[in-house]
């Protein structure tokens, strides 16, 4: 039961960073149609942000962690008004290759300031428990995955507040349905888009922090991490925010058991998967899901007429 546990708490904490990234391919999916392939790099950029400030430049830590998130927006908006502006009405296929640019462009940058040995963030909680971690029943919290699970929910209901009551949050939601509507209607689309990707800026570089904060480190393969939000993305299907939680939760647990349960299910099958199955299991869930519902759990279903 307390490897279970164990497994269930890890996996959630997963769940909660890969929502964050998932968030914020779905917000500028739904905003612009285009898948982009740029939220891995920036959630590893604005970690990098983030350790420039508070290490390097000796900002204290939680000033650096704000400084960081804030200017990793910015950056991300900067790269939508730079790059993908001009782009508007080009086909989609050429937008998303462009986005594959963008983040070739920002790893390379970020590998050659990151250098041969990896990057600290900073601990944001020095003081408190053993090595920033409790033991509760024999089950090991980690301060680090507690607070990203306690931030993934909170920023979820923020946003979902937003959506609902502000006067941008409507002005996305009516953007997503219909851009020649919401244009017609008096709403600035570009306007938007930016702000679609200022957001998730922000998500990326929450995300990023949690993967390489703490006791963690921020590398040159620190990205491949935030990219296995993509999977979750397409459970969910790429225009539901709810889903992205859903498909979130469902690639964090399945790696979180298959870490803890993989040598176990070996012994009993008589033959090894290999040392990464846990790594790959999301996909396989991701390529079962797809046979049944290719639009994902949640996606919309486009019907084409002829």
């Known amino acids: 039961m307390t490897i279970f546990l164990q497994a269930t708490v890890e996996g959630l904490s997963l769940a909660a960073i890969y929502s964050l990234v998932a968030i914020g391919f779905v917000l500028i999916y739904k905003s612009m149609d285009v898948l982009s392939f740029a939220q891995p790099a920036l959630a590893v ?25 804030f200017l990793t927006g910015v950056l ?15 086909p989609v296929f050429s937008v998303a290759i462009l986005t594959i640019g963008i983040d070739i462009l920002l790893r390379t940058v ?8 990896p990057r600290y963030l900073g601990d944001p ?23 990203a699970l306690v931030t993934a929910i909170l920023i979820i209901l923020i946003l979902s507040v937003f959506f609902k009551r502000s006067k941008y949050g409507v002005a996305m939601r009516a953007t997503s349905f219909d851009q020649e509507a919401a244009l017609a ?8 888009f930016g702000l ?47 889903g992205a939680v859903v498909g979130s939760i469902i690639i964090g647990l399945t790696q979180g058991y298959v870490a803890y349960y993989q040598i176990p299910f ?5 033959f090894s998967l290999g040392s990464g199955f846990s790594l790959l299991a999301p996909y396989l869930i991701m390529f079962v899901i797809l046979i049944f519902r290719p639009d994902g759990l949640f996606g919309t279903e486009e019907v084409e007429r002829v």
């Open 76 to 90: 991300s908006l900067i790269i939508e008004r730079t790059f993908l502006r001009p782009m508007v009405g080009e």
């Open 45 to 69: 950029v604005g970690a990098g942000i983030i350790s420039s400030l508070a290490v390097d430049r000796g900002i204290p830590f939680w000033l650096a962690l704000i400084l960081g998130i």
């Open 266 to 270: 070996e012994n009993l099958i008589g």
């Open 196 to 242: 679609a990707w200022f957001i998730a800026g922000i998500l990326a570089a929450f995300a990023g922090f949690f993967i390489t904060g703490g006791f963690n480190t921020l590398g040159q393969f620190s990205f491949l991490i935030a990219l296995r939000a993509l999977p979750a993305v397409v459970i969910g299907g790429l225009d539901s925010i709810p």
């Open 110 to 117: 970020l590998d050659s300031w990151i250098g041969i040995n």
């Open 125 to 147: 909680f020095p003081t408190f428990g053993n090595f920033g971690a409790i033991n509760v029943g024999g089950v090991n919290l980690k301060f680090l995955e507690l607070t």
């Open 185 to 192: 209607q008096g709403i600035n689309v570009g306007r938007i």
